[in-house]
Nanobody
Framework: QVQLVESGGGLVQAGGSVRLSCAASRIISSFNNMAWYRQAPGKQREWVATITAGGNTNYADSVKGRFTISRDNAKNTVFLQMNSLKPEDAAVYYC?????????WGQGTQVTVSS
């Protein structure tokens, strides 16, 4: 059983920064991809960013240039550095991992952005 545990969320002012962490119970290099998603109240969960096993990254247009996804294989942790935060970035952020077509999710961490 894979466990993903997010941390780092909280209240931040618009224009500020926060770094989310996702600690995995399994060696993260065993995952094909790891990603961050988010879900705001009343909205569907949306994809934010992905990092592949090879280290390639992709971002949603809404966060490109502001967010950075990275990984520390030694710590089995994936990060999401979020800069220049906007009120519309407020959401519950979920860590996601894919291995041989099976998806795993964390419990989510809340990010609140005050204007």
């Amino acid at each position: 059983q894979v466990q993903l545990v997010e941390s780092g969320g909280g209240l931040v002012q618009a224009g500020g920064s926060v770094r989310l962490s996702c600690a995995a119970s399994r060696i993260i290099s065993s995952f094909n991809n790891m990603a961050w998603y988010r879900q705001a109240p009343g909205k569907q969960r949306e994809w934010v960013a992905t990092i592949t096993a090879g280290g390639n990254t992709n971002y949603a247009d809404s966060v490109k240039g502001r967010f950075t996804i990275s990984r520390d294989n030694a710590k089995n942790t994936v990060f999401l550095q979020m800069n220049s935060l906007k009120p519309e970035d407020a959401a519950v952020y979920y860590c996601n991992a894919v291995q041989i077509g099976v998806q795993y999710w964390g419990q989510g961490t809340q990010v609140t952005v005050s204007s």
